[in-house]
């Protein structure tokens, strides 16, 4: 069974749409991320919601708003996407209090 | 840049050569992380260390930590091809503040 899954895996769509990146976690975890690749594979934490809180990381764009319908799920959605957006975005899991992170298989975004 | 370093950004060795990778953060930290990361895959976490703890082994991983220095080392023994991946630490100062490193490429040539 997947523990972190991500959909889709691939998405490529035209600058200025709005588009949303769907992130499911069976391990009975509260504390979610994203995270943002780019392409020389510097990897930078975007939020943390542990569905109490949500920490924003302040150089993320408020284009960029990650919506938690449950535990198990946290969403990335993206306005007015810019070429600059174009990424690999990550999906992960912990308990909040133990730190190991459990990581989805990626979604890579190509804004053309 | 927020960013960590990691030393060296590229590492060539044969089958059965130890590993060493190195880190560098720039805030005092509770605890910091190693992760594996295979090409086109998400990360795998190896190993992590408090800030209390200097040195930590999970079976062929050996990690050591140096607060005074902000700095820590990661050593793969006997490795094998199987380990060719990039790896990266991740510095933890609280749930919230979570800084990677820029990555060390590593390639075990069989």
């Known amino acids: 069974d997947t523990a972190v899954s991500q959909t889709p895996k691939y998405l490529v769509t035209q600058m200025g749409n709005d588009k949303s990146i769907k992130c499911e976690q069976n391990l009975g975890h509260d504390t979610m991320y994203w995270y943002k690749q780019d392409s020389k594979k510097f990897l930078k934490i975007m939020f943390s919601y542990n569905n109490k809180e949500l920490i924003i990381n302040e150089t993320v764009p408020n284009r960029f708003s990650p919506k938690s319908p449950d535990k198990a799920h946290l969403n990335l959605h993206i306005n007015s996407l810019e070429l600059g957006d174009s990424a690999v975005y990550f999906c992960?899991?912990?308990?909040?209090?133990?730190?190991?992170?459990?990581f989805g298989p990626g979604t890579r975004l190509t804004v053309l | 840049s927020q960013q960590g370093e990691e030393d060296p950004q590229a590492l060539s060795i044969q089958e059965g050569e130890n590993a060493t990778m190195n880190c560098s953060y720039k805030t005092s930290i509770n605890n910091l992380q190693w992760y594996r990361q295979n090409s086109g895959r998400g990360l795998v976490h190896l190993i992590l260390?408090?800030?209390?703890?200097r040195e930590k082994h999970s079976g062929r991983l050996r990690v050591t930590l140096d607060t005074s220095k902000k700095s820590s080392s990661l050593l793969i023994t006997a490795s094998r091809a199987a380990d060719t991946a990039s790896y990266f630490c991740l510095s933890g100062a609280g749930s919230y503040q979570l800084t990677f490193g820029k990555g060390t490429k590593l390639s075990v040539i069989p």
């Open positions: 992960a899991s912990s308990h909040w209090e133990v730190h190991e992170q459990f």
């Open positions: 260390i408090r800030s209390n703890e």
